[in-house]
């Protein structure tokens, strides 16, 4: 109780005078604990990182990598993005409830891209690129648009 941080101390005596049980202990210090992991992935990550390099630039690499093990995963190919999946798979399943679900995954997809990223239909876009890695002589139709909006 003593390292902590003046505010988290406050933080601590609130939190013990509604919730004077060993299960909200347990779970304050869980969440001083995750904080500070928190804190020393930041600054790993700012350690890590060349000078020039903005923030956006690591974060999309490492979701690029993030979304290959999730379509590893869930069963998809080792060289393709889920998002790419998502797409292919919500335009060409066979089973109708299949190529539901994929699409509902897909539209949640490009929905947060949209909002967040600026992108319009991400993962269209992921399946054109993930197509021109593979065979980069192969010149796949783009869709209607691409990219950031």
């Not at 909200?24 to 390099?53: C, H, I, K, Y």
């Not at 690129?129 to 796949?140: E, F, G, L």
Request: glycine share 6%; with cysteine.
């Amino acid at each position: 109780m003593d390292g902590l941080p003046i505010s988290n101390q406050i933080l601590w005596g609130l939190t013990m005078s509604f919730f004077d049980t060993s299960t909200a202990r347990t779970l304050f210090l869980d969440m001083m604990r995750l904080d500070g992991l928190r804190q020393s992935l930041d600054a790993a990550v700012a350690n890590a990182m060349p000078e020039n390099t903005l923030e956006d630039e690591f974060t999309e690499a490492v979701l690029f990598v993030l979304s290959i093990r999730l379509n590893r995963l869930t069963g998809g190919a080792a060289d393709m993005t889920f998002s790419a999946r998502c797409h292919i798979t919500s335009t060409r399943a066979q089973w109708l409830p299949k190529r539901m679900a994929w699409g509902g995954m897909r539209r949640v997809i490009d929905l947060y891209c949209a909002a967040f990223r600026g992108e319009v239909l991400h993962c269209e876009t992921a399946w054109y690129n993930h197509q021109s890695r593979v065979d980069p002589s192969a010149k796949p139709e783009r869709p209607r648009t691409c990219g950031r909006a």
